[in-house]
């Protein structure tokens, strides 16, 4: 073995390579193999500095994501995106309502409710309507209604009207109770889905065969919405009369629509009846009501304006009404200033709430 050692090591092999036998005669490396040469300093440094900058942008993206969600969480909490069940793809309208019963505790120092219903939404609570509006493009904020003089300690209701003319939006809402004590209440898949209008929906829910789950579309950020601002909403003013028309009349007119032709997407303009009604120069709420009711949400189209001849243009702004299955009346959530109303296939009568 003596001998083998010493011409291993006489060879410039193991002995001078970087391993030697120690004292209890095992072959261990030597101690000059284990210590980095100049040139290895030089590329071991950009190394380390390289790792250093990693773990710092690593942690800060991590403390970035961490105040990014904390400020949605302030807001909604661990409220979640919801709508009904259905494949949002479809196209088709949708219309209902999302209820929730809960009980409050005494010690609360208001009652404010937090939300949006996007594209269009109707609040009511402990059976009166709050407020709503049609979001349209202006989706970034939350709507905060005080509904302190309204609210009890025991067997609240509210109840979210929401409606889509292509059946694609999104309900989110949450209750806070005081300064400190926010989304008390929040959306999420203890809310129920209710898709046909009944008269006594706002004090009770149907029967449980008429219920549904909602779809869970997330907590914010999701999908097209990114974080809400709180904003102070308008509530619905007390309705002090309603005024009929003063008259209404019948014509032929034509409606653009899209239409596939050859493969190829094309307007082309589909005749229609319609009625327009008259009332003089007014403000207030629009009132639809139906001529018959479905068992399906359905679309009616309409078109405000305040010149006569804007009645009988092709092109212009229409608007869809968009009515839940036995659902006969719907009055619009925004305060307009206009003269006539036109009902297009003639599918429903209107009056005006001021």
Sequence with gaps: MTAFMSGANSNGGVGS?????????????TSNSLLPTPSDR????????????????????SRLELLYSHKFFDNTGRA????????????DPAAFFATREFDLPPNRTFTRIKMLGDPEYT??????????????????????YDVSKLARDKANRMVVAVRSANGV??????????AEFGNFIVTGGDWHIVRRWRDDLLVVDPPPHDLTKPQLLGQPPARRWNYLVQRD????????????P?????????????AVIGGTAVTVSRKTHAT??????????????????GNAARTVTVRFANNRSELFTVEGAVEQVVFAAGERMITDEETRQFRYVTVYDSAASVDVVN
């Design 17 to 29: 390579g970087g391993w030697g036998v120690g004292d209890t005669g095992v072959l261990s490396p």
């Design 42 to 61: 030089v590329l071991i440094r950009p190394l380390i500095l390289i790792a250093a900058a990693i773990f710092i942008v690593v942690f800060a993206i």
């Design 80 to 91: 979640q995106w919801i709508w009904q069940q259905n494949r949002l793809a479809q196209g």
């Design 123 to 144: 609040l009511y609570f402990n059976g009166v309507a709050v407020g709503g509006r049609h979001v349209g493009d202006d989706n970034e904020a939350l709507d905060t």
């Design 169 to 178: 939006g999104g309900l989110i809402a949450s209750i806070d109770l005081t």
């Design 233 to 244: 909403a308008k509530p619905f003013a007390p309705a002090q009369r309603v005024v009929m």
């Design 246 to 258: 003063r008259e209404s009349f019948e014509f032929e007119t034509a409606l653009p629509e899209i």
């Design 276 to 293: 327009a009604y008259d009332f003089g120069p007014t403000s207030g709420r629009a009132r639809f009501t139906i001529r018959e009711t």
